[in-house]
């Protein structure tokens, strides 16, 4: 029995399969996760992982397979409810913080609920909110190019949260920071997750970033391994 | 971790009580296990008799815990030499996370399943070790991210040796 049993689950893939033309990426991967639960998905470069939170996020479709969110079917909706979803449900974190270069730091983290069809004034004082628990101050009228690393990538962490998702999907979001710097990315992420209750999956190659999830698995060969993982309970 | 050396360290400081010293001890240390009073006494004991330290004057009151230590110059330089001196870099060749690997493999047994569930128990460590940090002081910090480190090397190791396993297996049956 898998600890996802008890508990409700919030996304789901089930026996995911997926090939970019004859590179097999995905070869029957499976995987559920709990609402609240903060869950790190290791493994090797090119085992899949990335591909795999993909389907998750319903950016990509599977080939074969199913994925689930809250009770839904995500791989047979159309594109535009998928993109609704994504953008109304769904947080995003990627290795480089992919900020838009000619908008402000604060502008950044305001993006998402301006596309969702906020007021500008009122995104950015949401966004400004951001800034002070991240300890970014006095970095909102920044542009990408002049912030360091790690504070870019706060930058990106807080725009992945200021919509208040039900899940951030994370993609190696401490890969470009020293270990230092990466961790404490990690731990502001947690924090924030923990508090407004955000699922969280973070793919992660390093067993420190790892650490900080409440359970792991790990992907091999486009399969998630069997290996059912100790849950801290907390 | 040296006991002896480490009052030496903390009388190094200044000259202090049994009590003191165990206090420090315990609080910078100890890490869940104290010392207890004959330890430290008994340590001290040793110490005097070889001239590392020497029993100040008991003050008023009596009693063993009225007694201040002072380190000798002796118990200084030794003290000195140790805290310079490099630990020994270990190879790490003969852990028994090896061994197992190998005795497993040699004997035909299912060693990728061993290294699996090592994988996990290691990740849970560091699990903990990770909210402690996150929690506690930075003594705390410092002391976690020492466990953490050595638990993530091992962890590239069994990751490593997962990947050639076959290879392994080879060589350990010939
Ligand atoms: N857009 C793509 N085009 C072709 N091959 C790809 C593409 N994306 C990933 N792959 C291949 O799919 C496999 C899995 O990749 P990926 O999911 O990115 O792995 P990971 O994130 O674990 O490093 C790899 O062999 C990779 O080369
Ligand atoms: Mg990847």
Redesign the interface.
Known sequence: MSATDENECLVEARDVVLSFGRTPALQGASLAVAAGEIMAIMG?SGSGKTTLLHCLAGILTPQAGEIHFDGRRVDTMGETERSTLRRDRFGFVFQFGQLVPELTAEENVALPLLLGGARRTAALKEAGTWFERLGLDGLEKRRSGELSGGQAQRVALARGLVSRPEILFADEPTGSLDSLTGEHVM?LL?TAAREQGTTVIVVTHE??V?????R?V?VRDGKV?S?S??R?D? | MSVPLTLLGLLEREPSHGYDLKRDYDAFFGRGKPLSFGQVYGTLGRLARAGKVVVGESEAGAGPDRKRYVITQQGATEFEAWLTEPVEAEPHLQTVLFAKVVLALMLGRDAE?YL??Q??????R??????TK?EGSLVDALLADHG?FH??SD?RWI?LTA?RLDALAEEVRA
């Open positions: 090797p731990d947690v067993p420190r790892a650490a900080y999830a409440g792991e790990i391994s290996f993982a100790m801290m907390s | 399943h699996d569930a994988r996990a128990a290691h990740l849970q560091m699990r903990e070790l990770t909210e996150r953490l638990l993530e962890l990751d990947a």
